[in-house]
Every structure is written in structure tokens, then in C-alpha cells.
């Protein structure tokens, strides 16, 4: 299997859906080349293996994965858009290598040699499906989507939204098939009888943009901090997606650490102005969890995800209603869990307790969600073994949507049929060699990086503080 991912948390989740599709095959990753493409550092936190890494263009990576031979199976593991050049990109190269096959097996025939040739290019199973809840651009990404060969739903809920979507478009539904989050190994562990050593933990699982405005991230901030000052025998951590200059799947423009420093007697230190107890911290966020449950503790954040690997531990989780319970803070994904809170019920003691048949809906609490997507799998590995797989057959053409597919398919570098377009190719530098096309490749890549990263985090702010004089 190949994953191709775009970011930190895609890549975890791309991985992680492989291992857990076909636990026994070799898995290769390529990491997209983009904005948020992961650095070193965010491989090591996410902590997932594969047998091979490294970057590629959409041009490489399409070569890679239509090697004839190299691949079972693709996970598109990307943003919506991205998932959708990929599916054009990867229909348009089945169709070019069964015309390669036809051409040489009519050319055998004439030579009289008696080969049969392969009349139809054989092509790898395609999967894609989201990092976690799906809250925002359902339809959208969904479209986006439609075409892959699986499309995964995290849970009933998910999959039964999934198919009422595609049904009400007149696209075919047939490709969603029901799992769970990877991240939830197997059946989910109850509660601790007894509370492991060290304090309580409170951690608050922080988003990039959720919330995304500076007065309500600080708000944020500072009532975790209370917490701690309230609690000082609890031990509250701030757990990060990133640093500042690294980007995610969303982007960060308010990393809580400079806001930390914002706070009173936060100039020095690492931590800013924090309490004793109350600490910023990264890692991987299993872990942490673990460490949440063995304490007794909690999980505070407003909409990640990880309130679903939370209520899958058996911690108990809060999400927060002191902004509003909103679509745009993601957090009214969670009405009927009996998880919503405020740090004001939480500083009184609330240990929010989620309701079973919420959970169990979501996919949280279950047993192992992957099995009836494993079968599919195998089955659809197996046709494509003898050639029997349909060309991919994506809702967006360029008939049903003229005005919105090819500004896609060119923003990943193809054309509106799905072939490499112009510049999108790593011989476009003329005059150098392989080893000093790559070398200029990375510098130029760099650079770009450096300049987005400075403007997003610099620039950006300074002009919208300017526009509010």
C-alpha cells in the first residue's frame, strides 16, 4: 500500500486506516508537498511506521502510485481538494497505460509473436475518508471525495450522512463503507478501578483555529490558567499541535505559546506566565490521554477530535460552551453527548458523563469498526488482480462542474483532463541535472515555506490589528 498525505494529522490518520485495512502489507508514505507539509519533529510526535517516506510533487507521486505492479492499494490521506486531483490524475494515467497495453498488444499481434497483451491497464484500490469529525463543508468535501473507490465514514452516523449526501446529487453511494477513527484500538478500556499515581490531569487539547480570534483564544487561555490557580493539586497541561512556524492541517496564526507570553510575568521562560501546575506541552496525544486516565482526570477543548479518543479511554470529557455552542466552533457536533460544559461548571467539579447511545453512534466505545471495510478491501484488492476494476469515476467533471474542477485540478499542477499540466513537471529546469534540479527544488521550497509562515504569522495580524484603528 502507498499513503499520500498532506499534513500531520492525515498522515497519522492515512497510516494508521492502512494498518488497520490490511495489517500485514508493506505501507510506503509520501508526503504531498505543500503548505503544511509535516516537518521531522511532527513525524516523530504523530509516531507512526511505514517502510519508506519521502516528499513528492503530484507529478511523482502519480508516477509512483501507477507504476504497473508497485501498489494494491492508494489512501489518499489529503484536504478534499487535493484528494479530487489526485482521483482525475490517477483515472486520466489508468486510461493512457490501457491504451499503452492495447497499442502493444495489438503491435504483438502484427509481429505475430502470439502475446496477449493486457487490454486494460490494471489500477490499485483507492481509499480516502477524513481525519476525524466532520463538522463543516460536509457536502463539499464530500463531493470532493466521490470517486475514490472507498470513501471511509467514522461511524453509523457519518455513513448514513455520507450516503444522503451522494444520493441527493444523483452520485453513486455505493463507495462509503463504515469503520471507525484509527486512532481507537480495538474495544475501548474502561475507567481505571483506582487512580494511578500523580496528580489529577486536566488537559485542554487546543485547536489552530478554533476559536480563531485573538480575545477568544486569550479567553481560552486564561481560564485554563484559573483552573490551575483554583486546583493548585490538579495538574492542568496545554497540550499543542505545534510550534510556532510549523503548520497543520488548519493554520494557526494565534499560537497559544506568544499568547502565554501576553500573560502577567510572561516575558521569560518557556512557559510565559503559567502556574507552577499548569504547563504547555507537545507529544503524541494518546499518551497524554493515558496519562489523563490513569489519574482520573479530564480532557477540556472546544471541538477536536480528540474528545472522541477521550470517551473511547473512558475519560471523562468536557466540551466547552463558554463561546456558544456554533456551528463555526464545531462544537455543536457534540449536542446529545452530554459532554457540553463551561470552565465555570468545571472549575465547580463536573465530571461530564457522555451518553452510551451518543457515543456508540459516533463509532466511540464500539468494538473493531474496521471489519466489514477490511472485507471490502480484500474483495476489491482481488478485482483488481484480474484487471476487473471500472475506471475511477469521479461526480466533478468537466461537464457537471466547468467552473470548479479545473481551477482545482491546476492549483495541483494538472490539466482539466487530468494530465500533468504545464510546470508541473520536475524536468521544467532546464539546464540541471537531477541532483541540482532537487537541490534547487528544496531551496526554492524553503524559501516559499519561510516567506507563507511570516506572512501568516506576522504580516497577517499586523494588517488586520492596522484595519481595526
Partial sequence: MVVLADSDTRWKWGVLTARRLAPEAAVDGLLLRGRATPTPRQLAEVGVAVDSLREV??????????TPGAYDMVVLACVGGAVQAMLHGLRR??????????????????????????????????????VGVVYEK????????????????????????????????G????????????????TA?????????????????VQPSVPAGRADRAYLLRRAVQHALRHPEREVLIKLRSKPGEHTTHIEELPYQKLARKLPGGRDGAHGGLPPNCRL??????????????????????????????????????????????????????????????????????????DEKWALRQGVRGGDGFAAARDRVTRLVGRAASGGLPP????????????????????????????????????????????????????????ARGAYRHGVQRVAPLIRKAGEL
Fill in 93 to 130: 494515467a489508468a486510461a493512457d497505460g490501457a491504451a499503452a497495453a492495447a497499442e502493444g498488444a495489438a503491435g504483438a499481434a502484427a509481429a505475430g509473436s502470439g502475446a496477449d497483451g493486457e487490454l486494460s491497464a490494471r489500477r490499485p484500490v483507492v481509499v480516502t475518508g477524513y
Fill in 392 to 447: 475511477l469515476a469521479p461526480y466533478y467533471t468537466v461537464r457537471t462542474a466547468p467552473g470548479y474542477l479545473p481551477g482545482i485540478l491546476r492549483r495541483y499542477g494538472l490539466a482539466p483532463d487530468g494530465s500533468p499540466g504545464a510546470g508541473s513537471s520536475a524536468e521544467a529546469a532546464d539546464g540541471l541535472g537531477a541532483a541540482g534540479r532537487g537541490a534547487v527544488r528544496r531551496v526554492v521550497r524553503e524559501a
Fill in 189 to 205: 478500556a474502561p475507567a481505571p478501578a483506582e487512580t494511578g499515581d500523580g496528580p489529577f490531569t486536566v488537559v485542554f487539547a
Fill in 171 to 186: 452520485a453513486d453511494a455505493g463507495s462509503v463503507a463504515e469503520c471507525a477513527l484509527p486512532f481507537l484500538e480495538g
Fill in 138 to 169: 460536509l457536502t463539499d468535501g464530500l463531493l470532493l471525495r466521490h470517486g475514490a473507490d472507498l470513501v471511509l465514514a467514522n461511524s453509523p452516523f457519518d455513513a448514513e450522512r455520507f450516503r444522503v449526501v451522494y444520493e441527493g446529487v
Fill in 281 to 354: 506541552v507537545y507529544g503524541n496525544m494518546g499518551e497524554i490521554l493515558d496519562r489523563a486516565r490513569h489519574t482520573g482526570g479530564l480532557l477540556v477543548t472546544v471541538s477536536s477530535t480528540a474528545a472522541l479518543e477521550s470517551l473511547h479511554r473512558g475519560v471523562p470529557t468536557a466540551v466547552l460552551t463558554d463561546l456558544g455552542v456554533r456551528e463555526a466552533l464545531g462544537n455543536h457536533y457534540f449536542t446529545g453527548s452530554g459532554c457540553l460544559a463551561s470552565w465555570d461548571e468545571l472549575d465547580d467539579g463536573l465530571l461530564p458523563e457522555a
Fill in 57 to 66: 510533487t503530484t507529478a511523482e507521486f502519480l508516477r509512483a502510485a501507477t
